[in-house]
Nanobody, 122 residues
Framework: VQLQASGGGLVQAGGSLRLSCAASGRTFGALRMGWFRQAPGKEREFVAG????????DYADSVKGRFTISRDNAKNTVYLQMNSLKPEDTANYYCAAKSVTSSGYRSEYSYWGQGTQLTVSS
């Protein structure tokens, strides 16, 4: 599975941005998808996850109510809509994928894309 994330950039605090991640190489509907982020000097952390149908989702407490994960299986793409952005959201954002047979949303991902940088200015 190849994952290509895009959509990062520089945004002011309070603003919005949408990240995209295009997948190829395997049936997209057979993948559970997730977004993670890593800020300088910090460990990578879970942000959001979504099941194959898009009905099941999970969010880190730090982004709950501000971020929304979604997917379009016809386009083999998962999205992360980020609203009310804060400077502490600044990080490199990664999309990840694993088989739908793997339970949970927060760990054990097999495939990773390159990161896309988000910088939120105060």
């Amino acid at each position: 599975v190849q994952l290509q994330a895009s959509g990062g950039g520089l945004v002011q605090a309070g603003g919005s941005l949408r990240l995209s991640c295009a997948a190829s190489g395997r049936t997209f509907g057979a993948l559970r998808m997730g977004w993670f982020r890593q800020a300088p000097g910090k460990e990578r952390e879970f942000v959001a996850g979504i099941n194959w149908s898009g009905v099941g989702t999970d969010y880190a407490d730090s982004v709950k109510g501000r971020f929304t994960i979604s997917r379009d299986n016809a386009k083999n793409t998962v999205y992360l809509q980020m609203n009310s952005l804060k400077p502490e959201d600044t990080a490199n954002y990664y999309c990840a994928a694993k088989s739908v047979t793997s339970s949970g949303y927060r760990s054990e991902y097999s495939y990773w894309g390159q990161g896309t940088q988000l910088t939120v200015s105060s």
